[in-house]
Nanobody, 121 residues
Framework: QVQLRESGGGSVQAGGSLRLSCVTS????????MGWFRQAPGQQRETVARIDPQGSTYYEDFVQGRFTISQNAAKDTLYLQMNNLKPEDTALYLCAADSCPDGIWVDYNYWGPGTQVTVSS
């Protein structure tokens, strides 16, 4: 059974940093693509960053070099380092995983419950 669980969210002031973690189980971590997504109240879920098993990454434009996605296969854990946070980054952040034989742009079927990030001005 595939399971994902995020942690590391919290409340910070603008300009601050947070490091999100997503601990996974139930599948071969080294064979799946993973991603971070976020959803603010009343808005659609959006991609933040994606990573494939080889470590190739993709970031949405709004990240603007502030966030870094990484993974540790030995710990079955995905990370998102977020620096220079802005109030508009406030959202529920979710990690997702799935097999990706056709590349990084996969429709993820496995999701964690999310961790809340709140950035105050």
């Amino acid at each position: 059974q595939v399971q994902l669980r995020e942690s590391g969210g919290g409340s910070v002031q603008a300009g601050g940093s947070l490091r999100l973690s997503c601990v996974t189980s139930g599948y071969d971590f080294s064979r799946y693509c993973m991603g971070w997504f976020r959803q603010a109240p009343g808005q659609q879920r959006e991609t933040v960053a994606r990573i494939d098993p080889q470590g190739s990454t993709y970031y949405e434009d709004f990240v603007q070099g502030r966030f870094t996605i990484s993974q540790n296969a030995a710990k079955d854990t995905l990370y998102l380092q977020m620096n220079n946070l802005k109030p508009e980054d406030t959202a529920l952040y979710l990690c997702a995983a799935d097999s990706c034989p056709d590349g990084i742009w996969v429709d993820y079927n496995y999701w964690g419950p999310g961790t809340q990030v709140t950035v105050s001005s």
